[in-house]
């Protein structure tokens, strides 16, 4: 039996359902997800372990057209990663129309795909679940006219359909190679970028559209706490910091008398005390940087 082992990455608009749809190939949560559009902000690999084959993904930020300096650092970033994989999934969602931002993504795929000696794209059209069959085959037909593309596999992430399908087609596309990472490893984010994600997570669940392009999480420090709790569960201090651009933002952060802020602390507590295997005290203070997303200092100083 021949083994196969190599990266691939899923590209496409906001809210095309990349980050949902490697949490359904990996079978774990790893990225983050939310109805808002732009909010991954991290490049986060879940790693898929078979009898045959390690697929290792790259969720990537949405490929779109730079706004801000903060966007072109994004586009940068998912260029480098476009170059780094041997398989690029391009997804676009089955309920919504091909527009132009999709021509846009496929444009640059080609552009891409001119210096990069053919690295294959397969084309994923994402949430199937939302649609009746006669759409999903005029959606296939648009998809299929949209480029160059090695594979057209249509998937939903919610319920499974051909889950299963696309990782075989995506690991048809991997060299013949040893397992890159040791079993049981799902992603090799650092812990502090993943509490952060987790954070972020809570923080925007539910409030305006502002509010995700203004919202950067650092993690100051995870401090584990000498004295064990008395059931033995290790201890930990987690400290993070929320920056928003504005005063107003700070308050729908924190809500009246604090209460939204208690209700982002306890939810992304339970998460990180998932991911960390211990108990967390999680403290969090909300901070005004001016206009973070344009100073390429504060970019710097807030990781990105
Ligand atoms: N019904 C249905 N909804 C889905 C499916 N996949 C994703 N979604 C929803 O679509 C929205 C966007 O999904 P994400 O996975 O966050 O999209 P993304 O492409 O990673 O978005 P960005 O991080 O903004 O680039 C979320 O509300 C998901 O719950 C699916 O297969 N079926």
Redesign the pocket.
């Known amino acids: 039996m021949t083994f196969r082992s190599g990266f691939a990455c ?1 590209v ?13 190939l990996v079978g774990q949560k790893v ?10 902000r991290h490049v986060i690999r879940g790693i898929v372990h078979r009898a045959d084959a390690q697929l290792v993904l790259v ?4 490929l779109h057209r730079p706004r801000t300096l903060l966007g072109e650092r994004l586009n940068d970033l998912v260029k480098d990663t476009l170059t780094e994989v041997d398989v690029v999934g391009f ?1 676009i ?1 089955a ?1 919504q129309r091909v527009g132009p931002g999709d021509r846009f993504i496929a444009d640059q795929l080609a552009e891409l795909a001119r210096d990069r000696q053919g690295t294959p794209v397969v084309a994923i059209v ?5 649609v009746p069959r006669p759409r999903m085959a005029e959606q296939l037909v648009a998809v299929s006219q949209l480029g160059e593309w090695a594979d057209v596999v249509p ?5 499974g359909f051909q889950v299963g399908e696309l990782t075989d087609v995506l690991v048809g596309h991997l060299p013949e190679g040893p397992a890159l990472y040791p079993e049981g490893e799902l992603t090799d984010e650092p812990e502090s970028v993943m509490v952060a994600e987790l954070v972020r997570e809570a923080a925007l669940e539910g409030v305006r559209d502002e509010l995700p392009h203004s919202l950067a999480v650092v993690v100051e420090e995870i401090v584990p706490r000498e004295e064990p709790a008395r059931d033995g569960t290790p201890m930990l201090d987690v400290r993070v910091n929320l920056f928003v651009e504005r005063d107003s933002q700070k308050a729908i952060v924190i809500g009246k008398g604090g209460a939204r802020l208690r209700d982002v602390g306890s939810q992304a507590r339970r998460g990180i005390e998932g991911l960390l295997g211990a108990r967390v005290y999680l403290d969090l203070h909300v901070k005004v940087a001016k206009d973070w997303q344009r100073d390429p200092k504060q970019l710097g100083r807030l990781g990105f």
């Open positions: 899923f496409g608009r906001p809210n095309a359902g990349k980050s949902t749809l490697t949490n359904a990225a983050i997800t939310s109805g808002r559009p732009q909010t991954t969720d990537t930020p949405g997804c969602p309920d994402t949430k199937a679940d939302l998937v939903s992430a919610q319920d």
